[in-house]
């Protein structure tokens, strides 16, 4: 029987009930664990749709978070990677099989027998779902913690953890750089990302928004050119001329307007999630032997690389920091868009609380 320690968290009960400050219990770091104490915690969409339900299957209490950036306060025996004092980082990603063709990758977003998520996954230790970011500490196997560059400043580090990996890993997949049209749709928590990362790698940037208000914002983040999605004549100019286009917008839309500004052998790739499916036309791919794909966030080591590569470009998030007591307004907020652009939470809001 694992040991167990009871801490503070904020989570919730049921779908259509508010998030509020609840206890819940930590294993006691076993020979190979980490135990870390939570500084900052990204707010992610996913947060919102699964303490809400909206995808189908949280198992309530549910405590979100899996963008986190906290310091190392005690290590299992046997840890070799860290040590007290460390600033780490937790992800989407505490656990999975290790032993898949996908794990042995370094894939372990596509673990066979299915990853453990940071949140409302099964928790093979304590036989409960796992407890995310919004709460004081958090204990997790040394080979799914991930090192901080020291230059980074940490609170804006926090949203790298989820935002961050789901766009370098697409960028990264598909070989933007140099010589590359890339075209990031939707600027929002993963798009802003989008355009800093690509812009980074050297690719020539061109967003996509619904909105004239973001051109100055799209162009401060480091796009190359913006064009107004709406605009028939504008999408024309653009028509054939994109390497690779990463969607990263979780609304309806049409997605075969975008796979017409791909050229020959592009390929577009879907990072958000619509609710319900986007028809895509034959002749959309058909002509010009395109590909529509789709990536879901990243695996350990890549989310390293992603990070150790934020530090040398010097790339963190745009956010609004909140204390926890403010998150059920700031999901209200996500959802009608209002905020640029990843609200991060102050665990110290936390601690400080009775």
């Known amino acids: ?20 400050q609840l206890n819940i219990a930590r294993r006691k770091p076993t020979a190979h664990d980490v135990e870390i104490d939570i500084l900052y915690c990204g707010v992610c969409h996913s947060d919102l749709h699964t303490a809400r339900n909206e995808w189908h299957g949280t198992v309530f209490p549910c405590v979100p978070g899996h963008e986190i950036v906290g310091k190392v306060v005690s290590v299992g025996a046997h840890v070799q990677k860290f040590k007290v004092g460390d600033t780490v980082g937790i992800g989407c990603i505490v656990d999975s099989c290790r032993e898949c063709q996908y794990c042995q990758e370094g894939l372990e977003q596509y673990c066979e027998p299915g990853m453990t998520g940071t949140y409302d996954s099964p928790d093979k230790y304590l036989g409960t779902q796992t407890y995310g970011g ?64 690509a812009k980074a790698m050297g690719a020539h940037v061109v967003a996509f928004t619904t909105s004239e208000s973001k051109f100055a914002e799209a162009q401060r983040l480091g796009a190359d050119e913006v064009v107004l999605s709406k605009d028939a004549d504008q999408m024309a100019a653009y028509r054939g ?9 979780s609304a309806e839309h049409d997605i075969n307007a975008y796979l017409r500004l791909l050229r020959v052998d592009g390929s577009l790739a ?16 058909i002509m010009g032997r395109k590909s529509f794909a789709g990536s879901m966030i990243g695996g350990i080591a890549e989310t390293q690389e992603m990070l150790d590569f934020c530090g040398q470009h010097n790339i963190v998030a745009d956010i609004e920091m909140i204390d926890i007591r403010q998150i059920n307004e700031a999901y209200e907020r996500l959802l009608k868009g209002d905020v640029k652009y990843r609200f991060v939470i102050d665990l110290a809001s936390l601690k400080g609380s009775h």
Do not use: Q
């Open 134 to 197: 919004y709460s004081e500490r958090i204990v997790v196997d040394e080979n799914y913690v991930l090192r901080i560059p020291d230059n980074l400043d940490l609170a804006a580090t926090a949203p790298l953890l989820c935002a961050g990996i789901t766009t370098y890993s697409p960028l990264r997949h598909w070989n933007v750089g140099p010589g590359k049209k890339v075209g990031i749709v939707g600027i929002g928590g993963l798009g802003h990302m989008g355009i800093k990362i």
């Open 270 to 285: 879907l990072v958000g999630a619509p609710e319900h499916p986007l028809p895509v036309a034959a002749f959309s791919v």
């Open 1 to 20: 029987m694992v040991e167990t320690t009871e801490i503070k968290a904020f989570g919730t009960e049921a779908a259509d009930a508010p998030l509020d």
């Open 241 to 249: 001329k994109l390497h690779f286009i990463l969607d990263a917008v």
